[in-house]
């Protein structure tokens, strides 16, 4: 299954990530998915969110996406490492750029050639981001009646 995800994420733009806080209160929204490299998956987040209140407290988090052509489900479960300056950082920003300009120019495409009205063209990003490098601990895919594998990622 891991070695499946890159080509599964390949064409996703958004993953859906939950956290929770000391409390208890879940929180799940879609976050952009930059890359996945080696072992962890690369987010881009704002930084006045709940999910980045959630992760100065608690850095496990769980992702989750459906495969709609073999119906399957997959759950991508670890730990948050939050990037926010550096050169790493100043690197992932240029990627960032480059992956909003592709997709803004794929939804312009989209648009004039299936007729799709998208009500924003433009795929905007704020200077006020920080990256979450998720580094994955678990991925498990949930088939379409329900049946459950799992399969834990050493650490590198």
Not at 44 to 70: A, C, E, H, Q
Request: aromatic content about 6%; some cysteine.
């Amino acid at each position: 299954m891991f070695r499946d995800l890159n080509r599964l994420l390949k064409n996703r733009e958004f993953i859906s990530v939950a956290t929770c806080d000391l409390e208890g209160r879940p929180n799940a929204v879609p976050k952009f998915l930059l890359k996945i490299e080696g072992k962890s998956i690369y987010l881009v987040d704002y930084t006045r969110g709940r999910t980045w209140d959630n992760l100065k407290i608690n850095p496990r988090v769980s992702l989750s996406f459906m495969d709609t052509d073999s119906l399957m489900g997959y759950q991508v479960n670890g730990a948050a490492e939050v990037i926010s300056a550096g050169a790493l950082y100043n690197k992932i920003q240029r990627e960032i750029l480059n992956k909003q300009i592709d997709l803004s120019a794929k939804r312009v495409i989209e648009g004039v050639t299936r007729e799709k009205r998208h009500q924003n063209f433009e795929v905007a990003i704020t200077d006020k981001i920080v990256i979450l490098k998720i580094n994955i601990n678990e991925v498990v895919e949930i088939g379409p009646c329900g049946e459950i594998r799992r399969e834990g990622v050493c650490a590198l």
